[in-house]
């Protein structure tokens, strides 16, 4: 069953057209509020501390998390070095790729990848992956948040970890629709939320407490259909105290959307039915 009308909040940033029109080719009523641009931090220290102890021979593993982290990670990289140092540097030691984005970008170089984590490429995944490696100095690009049960993770097997942080999320620049959102929510206006990415949540939570109606957005969300794309941004939801209702098959646009337009009613359904 297509979503026949249902009124579906998304909150994707990068690839908002594309999904409002996979929401409205499966009969919803689309609105999408960008919740998030992609900064490069201003002072990369940390960026530059990598290169240094990366040509020192200080490093053995790099674990890159993001395709888009990678790419930003070798233009910075690139303002004081020469083009190629972050590939011939990665050439060099052990590379782990969580997923296939980073992976296709290193591929594009011409850089072995010796661990692909697998779906859906959580912390979990990341950490059983190396688990018998026998590399103990690792950097990891992060991917806008820190990811404090990684780095705890690799510590605790006994690791000495270098953090390397590329660019950061910040709010977008118009936050009118992302307010528009809450208010919608706030007033009972939505009945399926799809989140693409953890970050959407705290980003959601702090405008509509801008706008004096986050406790309203908090009881609200509950009761929509609540989909999240993977376990990252189920465990984020479950951190303000929302269970997702469903997550797709694969962590992609498109199985998301028509997955959740298959199920929504009969999640709304049950929640009506549980006075929820």
Same mark, same amino acid.
């Given at each position: 069953?297509p979503?026949?009308?249902?009124?579906?909040?998304?909150l994707?940033?990068?690839?908002?057209?594309? !999904?409002?029109?996979l929401i409205?080719?499966? +009969? +919803?009523d689309a609105?999408?509020?960008?919740s998030?641009?992609?900064?490069?931090l201003?002072?990369?220290?940390e960026a530059?501390?990598?290169?240094?102890? !990366?040509?020192?021979?200080?490093?053995?593993?790099?674990?890159?998390?993001? @395709?888009? @982290?990678?790419?930003?990670?070798?233009?910075?990289?690139?303002?004081?070095?020469?083009?190629t140092t %972050?590939? /011939?540097?990665?050439?060099?030691?052990?590379?782990?790729?969580?997923?296939?984005k980073?992976? #296709?970008? %290193?591929?594009?170089?011409?850089?072995?990848?010796?661990?692909?984590?697998?779906?859906?490429n959580?912390?979990?995944? =990341?950490?059983?992956a190396?688990e018998?490696r026998?590399e103990?100095?690792?950097?990891?690009?992060?991917? +806008?948040?820190?990811?404090?049960e %990684? =780095?705890t993770?690799? #510590?605790?097997?006994? !690791?000495e970890?270098?953090?390397?942080?590329?660019?950061?999320w910040?709010?977008?620049?118009?936050? @009118?629709p992302?307010?528009e959102?809450?208010?919608?929510?706030?007033s +009972?206006?939505?009945?399926?939320?799809?989140f693409?990415?953890?970050i959407?949540?705290?980003?959601?939570?702090?405008?509509? /407490?801008?706008?004096?109606?986050?406790e309203?957005?908090?009881?609200?969300l509950?009761?929509?259909?609540?989909?999240?794309?993977g376990?990252?941004?189920?465990e984020?939801?479950?951190?303000i105290?929302i269970?997702?209702? !469903?997550?797709p098959?694969?962590?992609k646009l498109?199985?998301?959307?028509?997955e959740?337009?298959?199920?929504?009613?009969?999640?709304?359904?049950?929640?009506?039915?549980?006075g929820?």
């Open positions: 069953m979503f026949d009308g249902l009124r579906v909040l998304s994707e940033s990068r690839r908002a057209a594309e !999904m409002e029109t409205r080719k499966q +009969g +919803g609105f999408v509020a960008p998030m641009r992609e900064l490069p201003e002072n990369n220290p530059f501390l990598f290169a240094e102890k !990366m040509l020192a021979g200080e490093i053995d593993m790099v674990i890159l998390l993001t @395709g888009v @982290g990678t790419r930003f990670l070798d233009k910075v990289l690139a303002a004081r070095y020469p083009q %972050l590939a /011939d540097m990665l050439r060099k030691v052990t590379v782990v790729a969580r997923g296939p980073p992976a #296709a970008v %290193l591929r594009e170089w011409k850089v072995p990848v010796a661990v692909i984590v697998p779906e859906p959580t912390w979990r995944e =990341l950490l059983a190396i018998t026998a103990r100095r690792a950097a990891v690009q992060e991917y +806008g948040k820190a990811n404090p %990684l =780095l993770g690799l #510590a605790a097997r006994g !690791m970890v270098t953090s390397v942080r590329v660019y950061q910040e709010l977008p620049e118009d936050t @009118g992302l307010r959102a809450a208010r919608r929510l706030a +009972g206006q939505v009945d399926v939320t799809l693409t990415t953890s959407q949540i705290p980003h959601l939570l702090r405008i509509a /407490d801008e706008e004096g109606i986050g309203q957005v908090r009881a609200a509950p009761k929509t259909a609540v989909i999240s794309i376990p990252t941004t189920s984020a939801l479950l951190e105290g269970a997702p209702d !469903m997550e098959t694969h962590p498109g199985f998301l959307v028509s959740a337009a298959q199920v929504s009613h009969a999640i709304l359904a049950r929640k009506t039915a549980h929820r």
